[in-house]
């Protein structure tokens, strides 16, 4: 991709997603931050590295802290509660009655586990 174009992502921050591959696979974590122009994704407790820091005004102490680096949007899928495991998911319409009596039903935009159907939250 050129520098100027943004990857599409389907994640959101605060999804629970699996780890696919790498030193952390199978872990599960929740979304921190999604970087769009390099399509990296932070997720919590995955891919921690230490930094060695010199003793400042803002951190007098110093010493060794743990930090969680980005990993690839293509490393993590989104994680099914009732498949207990990472799944590709799609987006479906789905209707929902209008509160009021005689009000038009409105259609929300859902995303599914592809492997049982089930909704995963908002999209």
């Known amino acids: 991709m050129t520098s100027t174009q943004e990857f599409k992502v389907s994640l959101r921050k605060d999804d629970v997603v699996q780890v696919l591959s790498g030193r952390d696979k199978g872990k599960i974590g929740k979304v921190l931050s999604i970087n769009l122009k390099s399509g990296a994704v932070t997720v919590e407790k995955i891919n921690l590295v230490k930094r060695h820091m010199k003793p ?27 498949c207990k495991r990472g799944v590709r998911h799609g987006k479906k319409l789905e209707k929902s009655a209008g509160k009021k009596k005689g009000e038009a039903a409105k259609a929300s935009r859902i995303r599914f586990c592809k492997r049982c159907k089930n909704g995963l939250g908002a999209a």
């Open 56 to 82: 400042s005004q803002t951190n007098p102490q110093g010493g060794i802290l743990e930090k969680e680096i980005p990993l690839s949007y293509a490393k993590v899928l989104l994680f099914c509660d009732t």
